[in-house]
T-cell receptor, first 114, second 116 residues
Framework: KNQVEQSPQSLIILEGKNCTLQCNYTVSPFSNLRWYKQDTGRGPVSLTI?????NTKSNGRYTATLDADTKQSSLHITASQLSDSASYIC?????????????FGAGTRLAVHP | SQTIHQWPATLVQPVGSPLSLECTVEGTSNPNLYWYRQAAGRGLQLLFYSVGIGQISSEVPQNLSASRPQDRQFILSSKKLLLSDSGFYLC???????????????FGPGTRLTVL
């Protein structure tokens, strides 16, 4: 069964600190992995997308890593800001039933406090 | 530039009442359109997708239906709502072949549905 699991479920950090969010997946066949940021009550917005051959990708203060062998990914946020408070969703893409299907994790809810 | 609209933003409906949620996309032609539901503490679940007018594919059996009467309009409906239909409903669009795994999906602002 295709699954994407994220940890922790929620996280509280102080402004300026770094944090790392984890994602484990069992998806086959794997196409790519994405991280999305979802503000409360809004739709998700893409942060990064990585293929199996990419180990790391950055988008400003966000750096995603991928280990296709262990099927793990992480999202590292540097020098956190209050505006980073949101849910971060790991999404794995697989070609299934003739189309590209996205399998979503439940997300990690991050709260950045001043 | 492309934009996606959903309405209403929030909705409270009694059990057994009908439902109609609307999604429209601007600034693109022949998009692929999607309806997702996000339950509390769960990942987004794909409900329906459409590659063209009148073409609807359902991912999971449920109390809901979808229609695409125009190229950039996608409607989610129900004849009789259940308590379990409560959730956050998101519409999304993409362009290009559905087999291209690198196609970006762009999400709308969502509709919060509460069934009482």
């Amino acid at each position: 069964k295709n699954q994407v699991e994220q940890s922790p479920q929620s996280l509280i950090i102080l402004e300026g600190k770094n944090c790392t969010l984890q994602c484990n997946y069992t998806v086959s066949p794997f196409s790519n992995l994405r991280w999305y940021k979802q503000d409360t009550g809004r739709g998700p917005v893409s942060l990064t997308i990585m293929t199996f051959s990419e180990n790391t990708k950055s988008n400003g203060r966000y750096t995603a890593t991928l280990d296709a062998d262990t099927k793990q990914s992480s999202l590292h946020i540097t020098a956190s800001q209050l505006s980073d408070s949101a849910s971060y969703i790991c999404v794995v893409s697989a070609l299934s039933g003739g189309y590209n299907k996205l399998i979503f994790g439940a997300g990690t809810r991050l709260a950045v406090h001043p | 530039s492309q934009t996606i609209h959903q309405w209403p933003a929030t909705l409270v409906q009694p059990v057994g009442s009908p439902l109609s949620l609307e999604c429209t996309v601007e600034g693109t032609s022949n998009p692929n359109l999607y309806w997702y539901r996000q339950a509390a503490g769960r990942g987004l679940q794909l409900l329906f997708y459409s590659v063209g007018i009148g073409q609807i594919s359902s991912e999971v059996p449920q109390n809901l239906s979808a229609s695409r009467p125009q190229d950039r309009q996608f409607i989610l409906s129900s004849k009789k709502l259940l308590l379990s239909d409560s959730g956050f409903y998101l519409c999304a669009w993409s362009v290009g072949s559905m087999t291209n795994s690198y196609n970006e999906q762009f999400f709308g602002p969502g509709t919060r549905l509460t069934v009482l």
